[in-house]
Structure formats: structure tokens, C-alpha cells
């Protein structure tokens, strides 16, 4: 358990159940060995990093977790781990890391830590096959490189609107990636100032001319909702509650900013 803690805190990974299983060592070896990496082709394997890596470990007891990594340019990725019980959700842990290749070694680190932690790493085919030691054991960590869903939808979208108090409200849908996403407003008050209320997470796809959402709500057997929705250029329409379709802009897209949440 003391060493399922350390990696929890130093890689930012939520639950319990995440890092409880433990893959075959000769496995990892074989992987390594055909492929040497040295400093001068490490472009190379960031092109093949880039992209969605997926992975689905089981533990002790009827836990099982479901990741999804996404690797983008300049030593940025996300990374979302949801642990059931049975049909409950129990964990849920997601945000940006930090990479680096250097000398051979992926450096890697959550976002609201400074130190790094450097892992053996082996891409072999559709096989990405991480490696590295706590306490004196050697974890080992294996993904397979996953199609993504559709994009068009990813960006953070606003729609503004007064709430029973008289006080302007931004609702934002963030769709973080083709798949996950978080709802909050930005209330603001007589003053100007101004404050977010977070509401939830979800877990989406889109089918046909709807978005099918799972909030994401740990303790629950999750449950689904869909909303029909139309995408024209920077503007994204929700027929929510009434049926009365509400627009939100694209405020990033439309004054050219990267997104990246």
C-alpha cells in the first residue's frame, strides 16, 4: 500500500484500484530490447507517442480501472482514469501532464507538481509499454494505441444568460477531448467580479445529431442523457430542457487562442 500511495501523489493518479496491478517484468524486457532509443531519435518517437493510448487494469476484489491518454505536441498530454466497483464509479482522476524524452527516458509529471518522474518506455507496433521503480519493485504499465473519436466538438463553449437573482451567467460546456468534459458557470456580480461555479463532469459521444453525456459522479451507477445539438462554424446549438435551442460560442476559436484546459 506505501508504495501504491507514492505513485498515486507523484503521478496524480486518483484511486486505489489504478495502480494495484502489476504486468509481467519479462514482458516489458523483451519490448525494451528491440528498441534502443538514443538522444537523436527521439523526434521520431514523439511522432509515434502522439495520440490516444488506452489501457484497462483490474485489481484486488472487483475493481477495474479504464484510461485514456492522450499525447499532444510540446511536452503536453491529458489523462483520464475512471475506477468501478462493479457498476459504481469510485474514482475519477483527470488533467494535463507534463512529458519530456531525455536520454532515453520518459520524463513525465502532473501539472500541479514540480518534480519529475522518469519511466522506461517502449513503443513496439500499436503497444506503448511503460516501466519504473518504487520502493525497490518495478512497476510496469502497458497501453495500446486507440483510434480517437470525432474532435469537432472539443473547445470550451459559452452561452450567457440571467439567473434568478438579477446577476449575468456564462454557461461553459469544456470539451477537454473527444471525450470527456466539465459544465461550470461564471456568475458575476453588480460590481463586475466575478465567480465560477463548478457543476459537473461527463463522460461523452456523439451519435447522429446528439451528444450522449454521463455525468460523472462518483458513487453512482452512471446513467446516460442525450441533447440534440447543431454545429455552424464558431457556434455550437443545444435544444435542451423545453426543446428551445440555446447557442454557444466558441470564445477561443473565435479570437484565435489554442485551447488547451
Not at 474532435?151 to 473527444?178: I, M, S
Not at 446516460?224 to 426543446?243: C, F, P, V
Request: charge should be negative; proline fraction near 2%; glycine fraction near 8%.
Amino acid at each position: 500500500m506505501k508504495k501504491i500511495t507514492y505513485l498515486l501523489m507523484v503521478l496524480a493518479v486518483a484511486f486505489i484500484a489504478v495502480s494495484c496491478e502489476k504486468e509481467p517484468l519479462q514482458q516489458f524486457n523483451e519490448s525494451r530490447s528491440q528498441q534502443e532509443v538514443v538522444p537523436e531519435a527521439e523526434d521520431a518517437v514523439l511522432e509515434q507517442l502522439y495520440g490516444l493510448w488506452t489501457r484497462v487494469s483490474e485489481s484486488e476484489g472487483s475493481y477495474k480501472s479504464m484510461w485514456e491518454w492522450r499525447f499532444y505536441e510540446d511536452g503536453y498530454s491529458l489523462r483520464h482514469i475512471e475506477t468501478y466497483e462493479g457498476d459504481r464509479l469510485m474514482g475519477l482522476n483527470g488533467g494535463r501532464i507534463d512529458y519530456k524524452l531525455e536520454n532515453g527516458k520518459l520524463y513525465i509529471k502532473s501539472y500541479h507538481y514540480d518534480e519529475w518522474t522518469a519511466w522506461d518506455y517502449a513503443i513496439i507496433g500499436d503497444t506503448l509499454t511503460l516501466s519504473t521503480e518504487s520502493d525497490g519493485e518495478r512497476v510496469v504499465w502497458t497501453f495500446v494505441r486507440t483510434e480517437d473519436a470525432n474532435d469537432k466538438l472539443v473547445g470550451c463553449w459559452d452561452a450567457p444568460y440571467t439567473n434568478g437573482n438579477g446577476n449575468r451567467v456564462e454557461r461553459h460546456y469544456q470539451f477537454h477531448t473527444p471525450t470527456y468534459g466539465s459544465v461550470y458557470d461564471m456568475v458575476y456580480d453588480g460590481s463586475g467580479s466575478s465567480k465560477v461555479n463548478f457543476l459537473y463532469e461527463f463522460r461523452y459521444r456523439i451519435e447522429g445529431d446528439k451528444i450522449v453525456f454521463k455525468r460523472l459522479n462518483t458513487g453512482y451507477a452512471l446513467t446516460e442523457y442525450s441533447i440534440a445539438y447543431r454545429l455552424a462554424g464558431t457556434k455550437l446549438y443545444l435544444s435542451e430542457g423545453n426543446g428551445d435551442e440555446t447557442m454557444y460560442s466558441n470564445f477561443y476559436e473565435e479570437n484565435n487562442i489554442p485551447f488547451r484546459p
